[in-house]
């Protein structure tokens, strides 16, 4: 197998698994026959991208409401877990901002709203994830399956990665007392936004790899699914949260966010993690509805 063919079948591995079952071994063995260039590479990336936020209904009605519940749960965990990304980065930009806020209430608002959302969408993980962490923690025992043991450890392994990653960094950073020259500023938030995403990205897709496996049963997608509803309003006070706060801090003045923990502006710094939960409200809210679709379909 040549290497575009390797590709090419990776992406396909993007695209929803209804799309897969039904076309997938065709277009892996039409891959083979005709390996793709860098133009079919990029067409696959796009029609995978495509086919999330446009599902065709020809496909999508084939889903059982069980499988339809566990993509939706899925796609529910998986915004959160990029959201999460967000609010971390949102609190370890902002420890700084105590005054600020005291002297702006809007930014005291905003701040409750990501804090509430946090809370709120921790009890819905808690409540919806957790029995399908026990249930697949007792498949992978009882099967005695390892991959579906590693799917299961590879969120902690990835965040380990990255704790370690960004403990080495720190490690190697100049002395702030000195300042932070420009090459400092412009190299680190790359090597650690990519860790973040990557680490994010893992923490995501895990979650629906290993229900895939476990195939956990349909009383238990259906809590699932149901926590998922209030997962989905989690997000969006999250949302809403930076989106107030961000909008408070660059209508003030030039100088209320000068010095961020990378020596750049604080109020910069969080509008990547504004984009990011701002881009996870819309498929959110679609896979919470297909979520309670499903979930009212089997009941």
């Known amino acids: 197998m040549s290497a575009r063919t390797r590709i090419g079948a990776g992406l396909v591995a993007l695209y929803p698994e209804p ?24 067409s696959l990336l796009w029609g995978a991208l495509r086919a999330h936020v446009r599902p065709q209904r020809c496909w999508r009605q084939r889903v059982e409401s069980a499988a339809a519940m566990r993509l939706s749960v899925g796609a529910l965990f998986a915004c959160w877990m990029l959201v999460s990304v967000a609010g971390s980065a949102f609190a370890k930009l902002t420890e700084h901002m105590d ?21 709120l969408g921790a009890l819905a993980v808690a409540a919806g994830g957790l029995p399908l962490v026990w249930h697949a923690l007792r498949e992978a025992a009882r099967r005695r399956d390892r991959r579906l043991a590693v799917l299961l450890a590879t969120p902690a392994i990835a965040g380990g990665m990255l ?12 002395s702030r007392h000195n300042g ?5 500023v412009l190299a680190l938030p790359l090597p650690l936004t990519l860790g973040v995403l990557a680490c994010a990205l893992t923490g995501a897709l895990a979650p629906k790899a290993v229900m895939r496996r476990s195939r956990p049963p349909a009383s238990l997608l259906r809590v699932a699914s149901w926590a998922g509803q209030v997962l989905a309003l989690a997000i969006g006070l999250v949302a809403a949260g930076l989106a107030l706060y961000v909008a408070k801090m660059w209508s003030a003045d030039a100088g209320m966010g000068a010095s961020g923990p990378l020596g750049l502006s604080t109020r910069l710094t969080l509008v990547p993690a504004l984009a990011g939960a701002l881009i996870c409200l819309g498929p959110a809210a679609v896979a919470a509805r297909r979520a309670r679709t499903a979930a009212l379909a089997r009941s």
């Open 19 to 42: 799309w897969r079952e039904r076309y997938g071994e065709e277009m892996r063995a039409l891959l083979e026959d005709d390996p793709p260039g860098a133009r079919g590479l990029l």
């Open 99 to 119: 005054y600020v806020e005291r002297a702006r209430p809007l930014l005291h608002v905003g701040r409750g709203l990501v804090v509430a959302g946090a809370t």
């Open 163 to 174: 704790l370690a990653s960004s403990g080495l960094l720190v490690g190697i950073a100049p």
């Open 180 to 184: 932070f020259g420009a090459g400092f």
